[in-house]
């Protein structure tokens, strides 16, 4: 996006009403480069060169992930969750990008018919969850009662309160049947959300990507702010916690995101030398990511 005329034409299509005029205006004045929050812990973002040459580390350590995932019978399950264009899909894409697709799953489950409405809630995630030696990536998951269906007004306040309550034990029955578990909420800046939604708008190959539902909640920053502070209140349990990954820069959560995997799995006794710590400023429990009143 050239700065000038090209921002002019693009933002009609991106309703702004209700964002702050500043956030509109630090999106304007960056074009198509990536906005880096004040709050984030890098003024800059990471360098090509060096991203796709640890990716490429990586991914060869993923390999090695799933062939002991598949030798021993594991069943690993990684649910994405996130605010609209935070990098869930795109951190997906990379851990997928050369896993054998016989064990290796995505998940992004559409609008539910009017069957699965009838249905138990959690009943259309259990039938794609995996089988032994299999993996399974939801791209947004039954966390959408949590979050974009109150929100959004698709739910009732009971049935939110009622799945904060069932999905604290769904989820302790699967870690007891011995699934390996993984949340990741990915964290990004109100300013690198909007850039992300407007690229989106403008690239004809990406157009698909921004849904009605996703235009109507950009003024709705703080009502999903409240109720993601509410899920993870109720949620965020020692057997299944959340793992917040700040997203503003995509290589290096991506990066963040696939070292946590690959040494809490521990497939080898040599993966904790060849794979490095993930970077504890981007990675992490809530907790010891959030400064104090960040609302992410």
Not at 146 to 165: D, H, I, N
Not at 202 to 212: F, G, H, Y
Not at 213 to 229: C, G, M, Q
Request: glycine share 6%; net charge positive.
């Amino acid at each position: 996006m050239v700065v000038g005329e090209a921002e002019e034409r693009l933002f009609p299509l991106v309703p702004t009403a209700g964002i702050p005029r500043s956030i509109v205006d630090r999106v304007k004045g960056a074009g198509r480069r990536e906005v880096i929050s004040d709050r984030y812990p890098y003024s800059t973002k990471m360098s090509r060169r060096a991203y796709e040459r640890e990716k490429a580390r990586l991914q060869i350590e993923l390999l090695k992930m799933q062939r002991w995932v598949t030798e021993t019978g594991q069943r690993v399950v990684m649910l994405f969750e996130g605010r609209d264009a935070a990098g869930k899909g795109g951190t997906i894409k990379r851990f997928m990008e050369h896993l054998n697709p016989r064990g290796a799953t995505l998940v992004a489950l559409s609008v539910p018919s009017d069957r699965e409405r009838g249905q138990w809630y959690f009943q259309r995630y259990v039938q794609n969850l995996p089988t032994k030696g299999e993996m399974v990536f939801f791209d947004r998951s039954w966390y959408n009662r949590a979050v974009v269906e109150p929100v959004m007004g698709f739910c009732t306040a009971a049935e939110t309160l009622r799945f904060l309550r069932d999905t604290v034990l769904f989820e302790e029955m699967l870690i007891n049947d011995g699934f390996r578990l993984f949340k990741f909420w990915f964290s990004v800046s109100r300013e690198e959300q909007l850039r992300r939604v407007l690229a989106r708008a403008d690239d004809a190959l990406k157009q698909w990507k921004v849904s009605d539902v996703d235009l109507r909640s950009l003024p709705l920053w703080n009502e999903f702010t409240e109720a993601k502070k509410t899920m993870f209140a109720a949620t965020d349990t020692k057997a299944t916690p959340w793992v917040v990954v700040k997203s503003d820069d995509k290589k290096r959560a991506r990066l963040a995101c696939m070292r946590y995997v690959l040494r809490s799995l521990e497939y080898d006794v040599g993966v904790h030398q060849r794979v490095p710590e993930p970077d504890p400023k981007l990675i992490g429990a809530a907790e010891n990511l959030y400064e104090k009143g960040e609302i992410w």
